[in-house]
């Protein structure tokens, strides 16, 4: 903590880094201010007990800042961009074009950053119009009845006029696909002149925004049954303590990595012997991040959420509303099969952004080898067993980080509105634990001593 704040101050001493981390700010703060901003014909707060029955809408929600449970221009956030990426990451494999393209340096990236761009704003258009067909069907309240989301009053009437509804409907869509725009265009201001990555940087001020929220239900917990305040306050002052170690483990876990050592072979060119260093190959614990979780979270989400769709919230009786409750986040089988799936998609995704055979065949063109092992299969080999230990402990480190506020939860059913949750935290600590070495990097190049000094 000492050292992360001395590299904020040392940054803010810089004069164009003060101005990058100013800049970077005044972008947030535009981007909370349109969280803010609602969209027009809706009932906000219909839309938060709706929010509150669906666990992928409740996690997006989280994810957003709470714009999606208030109805505000940028409810779709980051996620239609976030989505895009995935998939065109995943095509980048499968696709050669793409394959290509991610080859070819900053003019490829640039391209692939176009196509992502495209990408999100189709998924953008799709997600709010099936937001929209959502907020259409309503809600209900605890008693059962029938809560209308869609509130036009004297402004358009919607129950003789078919070009009324036709206009509610692309005004309402028009609105979240515009602040979807707005994120994207926001987040590459913040790469082009603030510092840090500008999506990454987006998110996490609507993680943090939370915090607050977060603080208020801790405290309505404690409020809420006066006879055990004690107890209450004990299990409060536990959690934050776990929840504190978590975050020092995440850090711990996010540097970790596994250093195969390599020696490079000695050669002769000329007069001058070149080569003969040794170094090493970094493997990280937590290569894939948060994105496992984020595949799993979405995977096992949406059963419910179309289920939720379509009315069936898991209330009564029959097979789709015992399939909803079997993938309810209360539910035990909910938990396992969401570590279980954390874990394939970790391996997954280490997969297709790791090839042992090319890095083997790399050190073997540049006359590198690992000790012990000769060139070519062998290094492959032993590079693929080291990834799978690696992988698997990283796997579990995450699973296990997803599922403590499901755990949580059922000690005590009233932390379940508690929003902080494993991958917000894996976020947070990731977004704070990037933007820290980049103003180390750019401390480093301003203040380096020159060849005269």
Same mark, same amino acid.
């Given at each position: 903590?000492?050292?992360?704040?001395?590299?904020?101050?040392?940054?803010? @001493?810089?004069?164009?880094?003060?101005?990058?981390?100013?800049?970077?700010?005044?972008?947030?703060?535009?981007?909370?201010?349109?969280?803010?901003?609602?969209?027009?014909?809706?009932?906000?707060?219909?839309?938060?007990?709706?929010?509150?029955?669906?666990?992928?809408?409740?996690?997006?929600?989280?994810?957003?800042?709470?714009?999606?449970?208030?109805?505000?221009?940028?409810?779709?956030?980051?996620?239609?961009?976030?989505?895009?990426?995935?998939?065109?990451?995943?095509?980048?494999?499968?696709?050669?074009?793409?394959?290509?393209?991610?080859?070819?340096?900053?003019?490829?990236?640039?391209?692939?950053?176009?196509?992502?761009?495209?990408?999100?704003?189709?998924?953008?258009?799709?997600? /709010?119009?099936?937001?929209?067909?959502?907020?259409?069907?309503?809600?209900?309240?605890?008693?059962?009845?029938?809560?209308?989301?869609?509130?036009?009053?004297?402004?358009?009437?919607?129950?003789?006029?078919?070009?009324?509804?036709?206009?509610? +409907?692309?005004?309402?869509?028009?609105?979240?696909?515009?602040? +979807?725009?707005?994120?994207?265009?926001?987040?590459?201001?913040?790469?082009?002149?603030?510092?840090?990555?500008?999506?990454?940087?987006?998110?996490?001020?609507?993680?943090?925004?939370?915090?607050?929220?977060?603080?208020?239900?801790?405290?309505?917990?404690?409020?809420?049954?006066?006879?055990?305040?004690?107890?209450?306050?004990?299990?409060?002052?536990?959690? @934050?303590?776990?929840?504190?170690?978590?975050?020092?483990?995440?850090?711990?876990?996010?540097?970790?990595?596994?250093?195969?050592?390599?020696?490079? +072979?000695?050669?002769?060119?000329?007069?001058?012997?070149?080569?003969?260093?040794?170094?090493?190959?970094?493997?990280?614990?937590?290569?894939?991040?948060?994105?496992?979780?984020?595949?799993?979270?979405?995977?096992?989400?949406?059963?419910?959420?179309?289920?939720?769709?379509?009315?069936?919230?898991?209330?009564?009786?029959?097979?789709?509303?015992?399939?909803?409750?079997?993938?309810?986040?209360?539910?035990?089988?909910? +938990?396992?099969?969401?570590?279980?799936?954390?874990?394939?998609?970790?391996?997954?995704?280490?997969?297709?952004?790791?090839?042992?055979?090319?890095? /083997?065949?790399?050190?073997?063109?540049?006359?590198?080898?690992?000790?012990?092992?000769?060139?070519?299969?062998?290094?492959?080999?032993?590079?693929?067993?080291?990834?799978?230990?690696?992988?698997?402990?990283?796997?579990?480190?995450?699973?296990?980080? /997803?599922?403590?506020?499901?755990?949580?939860?059922?000690?005590?059913?009233?932390?379940?509105?508690?929003?902080?949750?494993?991958?917000?935290?894996?976020?947070?600590?990731?977004?704070?634990?990037?933007?820290?070495?980049?103003?180390?990097?750019?401390?480093?190049?301003?203040?380096?001593?020159?060849?005269?000094?």
């Amino acid at each position: 903590m000492n050292g992360m704040l001395t590299v904020f101050r040392n940054a803010w @001493v810089d004069t164009q880094l003060r101005k990058k981390i100013l800049y970077t700010l005044f972008i947030l703060l535009l981007f909370r201010l349109g969280s803010c901003i609602f969209v027009p014909f809706l009932d906000n707060s219909a839309i938060t007990q709706m929010i509150s029955g669906a666990s992928l809408l409740n996690y997006l929600d989280v994810m957003t800042g709470g714009a999606l449970g208030k109805g505000t221009l940028l409810a779709m956030s980051i996620t239609p961009y976030i989505n895009a990426s995935i998939i065109i990451q995943l095509l980048t494999v499968a696709i050669p074009p793409l394959e290509r393209l991610s080859k070819e340096g900053e003019e490829g990236r640039k391209k692939i950053n176009t196509i992502t761009k495209f990408t999100s704003l189709g998924i953008a258009i799709f997600q /709010a119009t099936a937001f929209y067909f959502s907020l259409r069907n309503g809600t209900t309240d605890s008693n059962d009845n029938h809560v209308a989301i869609l509130k036009f009053g004297d402004v358009l009437d919607t129950t003789s006029n078919t070009f009324s509804v036709v206009l509610s +409907a692309i005004t309402i869509i028009a609105c979240f696909v515009a602040g +979807a725009s707005v994120i994207i265009w926001l987040g590459d201001r913040i790469n082009e002149k603030g510092i840090g990555n500008g999506i990454s940087m987006i998110l996490f001020a609507g993680i943090v925004a939370r915090v607050p929220e977060t603080i208020g239900n801790f405290i309505g917990i404690i409020s809420s049954d006066p006879d055990n305040i004690g107890v209450n306050l004990v299990f409060i002052i536990a959690t @934050v303590i776990i929840f504190v170690a978590m975050i020092w483990f995440v850090i711990f876990m996010t540097n970790a990595e596994r250093r195969i050592p390599v020696q490079y +072979a000695k050669r002769v060119v000329g007069r001058k012997m070149y080569g003969g260093q040794s170094t090493h190959i970094p493997i990280k614990v937590a290569m894939s991040g948060v994105m496992p979780i984020i595949f799993a979270m979405s995977l096992m989400s949406l059963p419910q959420t179309i289920c939720f769709f379509f009315g069936i919230d898991g209330k009564g009786e029959g097979f789709w509303h015992g399939f909803v409750r079997f993938f309810s986040q209360q539910s035990a089988a909910y +938990a396992v099969i969401y570590f279980v799936l954390i874990i394939a998609f970790n391996y997954f995704y280490v997969a297709i952004t790791y090839n042992p055979v090319e890095i /083997a065949n790399n050190l073997k063109k540049n006359n590198g080898a690992i000790p012990g092992y000769r060139p070519g299969k062998p290094t492959s080999d032993f590079i693929y067993n080291s990834l799978n230990k690696i992988t698997l402990i990283g796997a579990i480190f995450l699973g296990v980080i /997803a599922i403590f506020p499901i755990i949580l939860s059922w000690i005590n059913p009233s932390f379940s509105a508690v929003s902080l949750g494993g991958t917000t935290m894996l976020i947070i600590v990731g977004v704070a634990l990037e933007t820290v070495r980049t103003l180390e990097s750019q401390i480093m190049m301003r203040h380096h001593p020159g060849f005269l000094d």
